[in-house]
């Protein structure tokens, strides 16, 4: 009987692995199950450029089932529990499926009711219909105090706040508002970017664009027109972006495996969700140490897809090609056409490149050739 592989969540981790999987197994070894709640992949790198009136949202999301090899089989459907004991997946509509072998990637949920008067007075581009409504308030927007937050760490692609900010100011100038608008960047942290070996030059980027930084601000609460920190600071706006807390997808706690704030433990090599067997996690979901990032997700794709393929072929792993060793790499647009890369793994902090358009082209680039590289499994 071939075994049976469980694919939680379509989103990059997700429909990598089960893409990779269907493509180094066949049909009598394995039969490959991809649930997806919505059906639809979107690629949420795009919202920034949606807010920014730069693309369409229509173009960010895709059919998943245009996007899976045909081995695979996809159930448009939310899955309600993970019972780990009795290996199974249990469906919002009530039926479950049985696994032998069972892949997590479920990524981050963003906790707006977490922080009152955020939800209706603030907006933000980590959500499709987030940056719709963010486009039209800059549209109309004629000047005054843009207030940009980030929460606490750990939230998905930290330099995209710091890239919207940099384009945002770009995009005030060229509307001719940039002079009636005091632009602030307002994080939690010590220092304006959470990797100190970036931070400089993040601190360089805004301090010529005459952005303001403000550093060691949790944002508690929000009022009508100022954003109100832990320790009592304001922060007037008349337009305030203020990314929301991210947290674990609520299937990880309801199931027993989400820690405090819904991310998932697990090994940062290997991806094996810790205290289990034959369970991994991939992308956002998990609790690795290093950034959610929908390249971290790409390259653990193929590490665990490689430890499944050998269980399954009942051989031992390939020790370079099943264990992660933490690289991410993410693009940071800093306006005028140019762009850096940050590139790191666990070991090695990021040293970050001299902005240039060459950077900027490959993100561009990247970003057009994206459903190319997550079809059929490819990377
Ligand atoms: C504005 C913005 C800019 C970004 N820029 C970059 C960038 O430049 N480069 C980069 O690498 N990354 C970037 N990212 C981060 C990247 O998009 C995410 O890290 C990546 O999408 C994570 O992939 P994932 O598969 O873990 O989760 P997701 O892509 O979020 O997918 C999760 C999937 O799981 C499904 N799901 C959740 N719960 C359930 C359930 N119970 N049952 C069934 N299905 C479920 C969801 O429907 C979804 O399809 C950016 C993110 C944002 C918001």
């Not at 696994?99 to 603030?122: C, K, M």
């Not at 004629?142 to 929460?151: A, K, Q, R, T, Y």
């Not at 992308?283 to 140490?289: E, R």
């Not at 051989?315 to 993410?330: A, T």
């Amino acid at each position: 009987m071939p075994a049976r592989v469980v694919v939680v969540g379509g989103g990059v981790g997700g429909l990598l692995t089960a893409n990779l999987l269907a493509k180094d197994l066949d049909r009598t070894q394995a039969a490959i199950t991809l649930v997806d709640a919505t059906g639809m992949h979107v690629f949420q790198p795009g919202w920034l450029y949606v807010a920014l009136d730069k693309a369409n949202a229509r173009w960010l999301a895709r059919d998943t089932r245009a996007l899976l090899r045909r081995e695979v089989r996809l159930v448009i459907d939310e899955a309600s529990h993970i019972d780990v004991t009795n290996r199974r997946v249990d469906l919002m509509r009530g039926d479950h499926l049985e696994f032998d072998y069972l892949v997590i990637a479920t990524g981050a949920t963003l906790a707006r009711d977490e922080i009152p008067g955020l939800r209706h007075t603030t907006h933000d581009f980590y959500s499709s219909a987030g940056a719709e409504r963010l486009r039209e308030a800059l549209r109309g927007f004629s000047g005054g105090n843009l207030v940009v937050s980030v929460p606490p760490m750990p939230f998905k692609c930290p330099p995209a706040p710091v890239g919207f900010t940099l384009l945002v100011d770009e995009y005030l100038r060229r509307k001719g508002v940039r002079e009636q608008t005091k632009i602030t960047y307002a994080s939690p942290l010590n220092r304006v970017f959470p990797i100190s070996s970036v931070a400089g030059m993040v601190d360089d980027l805004f301090a010529k664009q005459g952005i303001e930084a403000r550093t060691g601000f949790q944002l508690q609460r929000v009022e009508a027109h100022s954003l109100v920190s832990a320790n009592g600071e304001e922060e007037p706006f008349d337009l305030a972006v203020s990314i929301p807390p991210n947290r674990g997808a609520p299937i990880a706690a309801s199931s027993g495996l989400g820690n405090h704030q819904g991310w998932i433990p697990a090994d940062p090599r290997t991806m094996a969700v810790l205290g289990t067997k034959d369970i991994y996690v991939v992308g956002d979901a998990s609790n690795l140490p290093t950034s959610k990032n929908g390249s971290t997700a790409h390259f653990e794709a193929p590490r665990v897809a490689e430890q499944i393929v050998a269980a399954i072929e009942d051989r031992v792993p390939n020790p370079v090609r099943s264990r992660y060793r933490g690289l991410v790499i993410c693009p940071l647009e800093v306006g005028g056409g140019k762009a850096t890369v940050l590139v790191f793994d666990y070991d090695r902090p990021p040293r970050p490149l001299r902005p240039s358009r060459l950077w900027h082209t490959a993100t561009w680039l990247f970003n057009r050739t994206y459903w190319f590289t997550v079809k059929n499994g490819r990377l």
